[in-house]
Structure formats: C-alpha cells, structure tokens
C-alpha cells in the first residue's frame, strides 16, 4: 500500500522546473553591440531577403536583440511584433544548412521561454512539428538537434497540456534516439581505447554541451500532471536513457539524468505495466549508492531523491537497494553531519524499504548502524534528556528546528513500519539489540511541545509496540508482565499521555491517547489478556482498545512525495490532500 504525500517544489526541483534561455552558447556582443529596437525593421527586411548572408545577419540579429544584457519580456513581444515567425518557421524547414536552422532554432527557444503567452505563440505558429523533423533528421548535426530539443524543453515546462502533445507526437522518442547514437558513439570509442568497462567520460565539447541539453529537455517532458500512466511505454525508453547517463562521469549530465530517473518513477507510480518491463538493475542502483557519497549536494539530492522513488515501488526492484554496497553508502547519509533535506530523503526510503516483505525487513534490522542511527533521531533536535527533562545544548540556536522535527518523524516512521510489519522473531530481535527503544519514545513524549505529527506517530510506534510484544512474545514473559510496557510506565508515559490530553490536542492525537492509556493499563494487569482483545476487533472496540486491524493500517505504507506537476493527474488529487509543508 502507498499513501501520496505532495510538497512544495523545493529550490533544487524548481531550478530543474523552469524554462531557460540560451544566453550562453555563442559570443555576446558588447555594450557598443547591443541593439536597438529602431534596427528591427531593417533586421525584418534582410529576414525575406533571398541572400543566404543576409538572411543569417538578420536571424543572428534578433537573436542578439533577444539575449543582449538588458533584454527582457518586452524584447520578445517587439519580435512578436515584427511578424517574422512564419518566415523562422519557413527558413527551418528550408535547406539553407545547419548553421542557420541553428541561429532559428534559438530564436525559437527564447521566445519559448518566456510567458505563457510567449510559448503559446510557439506552438500556434507550428513549431513542434518543425523542430520534431530537426531533431529527427539525419543531415542535422547533434549541435542543431541539441537546440530544438531546449526549445521542447521549453514548451514542455509551460504545462501539462503541452507536456502529452509532445508526448503524443513522439518527442521523447526522437531525443532518445539521439541521446542513444551518441551513447553508442561514446562506448564504442571507449572500447576502443580498451575502457569498455570502467566508467565513461564525455570528453567531446560539442557531446558534452548538447547532452547537457537533450537531457534536460527529456527530464522536463517527464514531468506529469496529465494522463502519464497512458504513455508509459514512452516512459520506459527514456528510463532506459537516463540510466545510461547515470553512468557517466560528467557531474552536468548525471545530475540531469538522475532528475530524469526521478521524475519517471514519480509519474510511473503504481503503472504496473511500467513496472512490469522496466529494468531497475543491480549496477544502476550500485551507481546511485556511489553517487549519494561521492558526488556534489546537487547530485547528491537527484541520486537520493531516485532511491526514495524505487524505495516506493515494487519489492523486486526495491530489494536491490539491499546490495551490501548501496546499503554502506546509505548509511552515511543517515547521521547528523550530512543535511536535513538529503537526510530527510534517506529516512523516508528507510522507511519505504521496511514497509515490505520479511527478508527485506530482516535484512535492514541486522544491519545494526542503521538502527542506532534511526534511535538516534527519535529525540527532539538541538536537546539532551535528562531527569524526564529535555534540556537545549549549546548548538540548540544554530538548528532549523522545523526541518529537523521532519527528520525526527521520517526516523519515526521507520520504527512504525518495522514494529507492525514485522514478523514476530524480527520483533524479538530488534528489541533484543535495541532494547531501549520504548524508553527512547516514552521520553519523546515527555516534550511538552512535540509538534502535531510527530506526537501522532510517536504514539502509534508506542501502540503498536505494546500490541506487538504482548501478541508475539508475552507466553516469555516473567509473572504474565510485558517489560517493554513497563519502561513506558516507568518512562511517564501514562503521565505525558494525561498532559497531551489536557493541552490543545487534535481529535485525532486525544484518541490515540486515550487508546494508548486503557492499553497500558490492561497489558499491565494481564498481557495474555490484552493480546486476546485486541485480536478479537469487536471486543477491542468495546474496551476502547485498538485492534490489530486498525493497528496494521496506520502503517506498511510506501509513501510518495512528489511535486504538483508530479504524478498521473489521477493520482495528484490524492497527493495534495495529504498536503505536506
């Protein structure tokens, strides 16, 4: 099971996310250069000029006039103006040779990239199919077809609608088939010189500016927001490419491919089919392990922000996350030097990775670091615990507490998850490593000013614990007692329970208190018989107790966070009323 959880873009997806103009391939002229708009009607006459040199002085010119230094939104509305789009659009279709389809090409992705009005002029004018044949063409050079693709790029970031007209006329396929002759270009010298099997390098200038761009404009197609899961065998083809990219060595085009692999799993979610063919390989999931270690912040955030989203999908391809070394490098993420966000991100694949099967979940248990990481993250950040106080450290100033309380719940859900999902000799082992795990919650809970989620997970780590031990293991126990109920008890659990109910608790939270209360107390009395009730659901409900029915539901979820255009617009409904901020 999965629960959809949308959060706002955060700066990395939005620097992905936007539209962008080529201001950066190419001489800029000089401030003596810049031109005037009172130049664009003689720039206008030389565009319907038959002289190919005149033609190509008049393209460079409104490219100049849309890029120089003080260019901005009104410099592409003076183009518009000029009426001149049709002849761009006659002049790329035209056999006039690369160089002035190119300077076309740029004019095109500009315009593109500015309002909504701006790229709609675009597309109205035909521009699509256009820059489809370019890309398409086998007399284009990969420079050419690398533009047309930006300008795609371009439309494709304007919205989803956009996104599946693209979709339906085979876009992402054209750009694949470039990205892949130049892959097949690239392995192919690298045998050559005896390095077929180390890593890959883009040691072409011209391969390494134009796959930098085809494979941000294939990563801005893959974003959702439209019937995705429709168009999943396109969805396949450019998976395949992204993780031939993730290969390289070049930090450009890996941070963009790992976007790629990213934004394809967040709209492939739950699309068996997809699922059904992909191939989510050993070595790609060892390269991402490589990469969340070794890499700069921005490659290390695409890599992990990947992991989370084959955490969320089927245990067959998520088991090869388990590999003893994507499991070494993950465990470095877990501690509090590496941070919050990426951190973030790592819990809630830990978490994602123990809501699934037994051998899974036996699997991350015996690998005790990262346990005692998790442990470690349920307290609250910035503090120490001492005398059922939580005491500010000398550090306490410099936390952003918020995002690390989002760390503090993440830790929480990987407790939920291995405590209800399972098997009951995985129980008996965890707490016999880590048997301080009910005091550990019970002084989580002794802070007075637990924020709202935490204080709800913390809880439900605590009922299901109890029901857990008591079911699993309670014919063990000395005298009938549960010894994990009573370092809760002892903990002041009972007393912070009384506390959280007399302050401004939410429906929800006073509940779960009053549920967790009437537990202790019965499994207190008698563990046999508390386990007894709460198998038997109706006689739970009647004694106000949780029955393990409710318990199981709260948790064994695989959760998904995705941005707003993130997903098959028939799941984003889902996503954004679990909003999270």
């Not at 699509?128 to 970031?157: C, H, M, R, T």
């Amino acid at each position: 099971m999965t629960l959809d959880e949308f959060q706002l873009e955060d700066d990395s997806l939005l620097e992905i996310s936007r539209k962008l103009s080529n201001v950066t391939i190419g001489k800029m002229p000089t401030p003596g250069e810049e031109l005037d708009k009172s130049a664009l009607p003689t720039i206008k006459y030389l565009l319907f000029s038959s002289d190919y040199d005149k033609m190509k002085q008049s393209v460079r010119g409104i490219r100049r006039y849309l890029v120089q230094a003080n260019s901005d939104e009104s410099h592409v509305e003076d183009i518009l103006a000029l009426g001149v789009l049709p002849r761009i659009k006659e002049l790329m279709q035209s056999d006039n040779g690369n160089s002035l389809k190119f300077e076309c090409a740029w004019i095109v992705t500009n315009i593109a990239a500015g309002t909504t009005a701006h790229t709609q002029a675009i597309v109205q004018a035909g521009f699509i199919d256009v820059l489809l044949e370019i890309i398409s063409s086998k007399k284009a050079e990969v420079y050419l077809k690398a533009q047309a693709a930006w300008a795609l790029g371009n439309i494709a970031g304007e919205s989803p609608a956009y996104r599946e007209e693209l979709m339906t006329k085979g876009s992402s396929t054209a750009i694949v088939n470039v990205l892949n002759d130049i892959y097949e270009d690239i392995y192919d010298l690298a045998l050559r010189d005896g390095r077929g099997r180390g890593r890959l390098y883009l040691l072409d200038n011209d391969y390494d500016v134009s796959t930098e761009s085809l494979l941000w404009s294939l990563s801005n197609m893959a974003r959702g927001g439209y019937r995705t899961a429709d168009y999943y065998e396109n969805y396949l083809i450019m998976f395949d490419a992204f993780a031939k990219y993730v290969m390289f060595e070049n930090p450009k085009q890996v941070l963009e491919a790992c976007w790629g692999l990213c934004r394809v799993l967040y709209n492939m979610h739950e699309v068996g089919a997809f699922y059904y063919r992909v191939d989510i390989s050993v070595e790609l999931c060892e390269r991402l392990g490589e990469l969340i270690t070794s890499s700069p912040l921005k490659v290390v955030h695409a890599a992990i922000r990947t992991i989370v989203n084959i955490s969320n999908g089927p245990d067959k391809h998520a088991m090869n996350l388990l590999q003893p070394p994507v499991l070494l490098s993950f465990m470095q993420l877990l501690t509090p030097q590496t941070t919050t966000d990426v951190r973030k991100d790592a819990y809630l694949a830990l978490s994602n990775l123990v809501a699934s099967n037994e051998e899974m979940i036996d699997q991350i248990i015996q690998h005790r670091p990262i346990i005692d990481n998790v442990i470690n993250h349920l307290a609250v950040p910035g503090h120490t615990y001492t005398h059922f106080n939580w005491e500010p450290t000398v550090s306490h100033a410099f936390y952003s507490r918020s995002e690390e309380w989002k760390v503090t719940k993440e830790a929480l859900w990987v407790i939920l998850n291995l405590v209800t999902v399972g098997s009951d000799s995985a129980i008996y082992q965890l707490l016999s490593q880590h048997p301080t795990i009910p005091a550990t919650l019970a002084a989580l809970l002794n802070y007075i000013r637990l924020p709202t989620d935490a204080c709800e997970k913390t809880l439900e780590c605590m009922i299901s614990l109890v029901q857990r031990t008591n079911k699993c293991i309670g014919d063990q126990y000395q005298n009938g007692k549960n010894p994990y109920v009573r370092q809760l008890i002892d903990g002041r659990a009972s007393i912070a329970l009384s506390t959280i109910q007399q302050s401004n608790s939410t429906p929800k939270i006073w509940d779960l208190c009053s549920k967790l209360d009437k537990l202790l107390y019965v499994s207190e009395e008698s563990v046999s018989q508390a386990a007894a009730m709460v198998d038997a659901g109706g006689m739970a409900s009647a004694f106000g107790l949780p029955s393990m029915v409710e318990i199981q539901s709260k948790s064994q979820k695989r959760r998904v966070i995705r941005g707003l255009d993130d997903g098959d617009v028939r799941l984003i409904e889902n996503a954004v009323n679990n909003l999270c901020i």
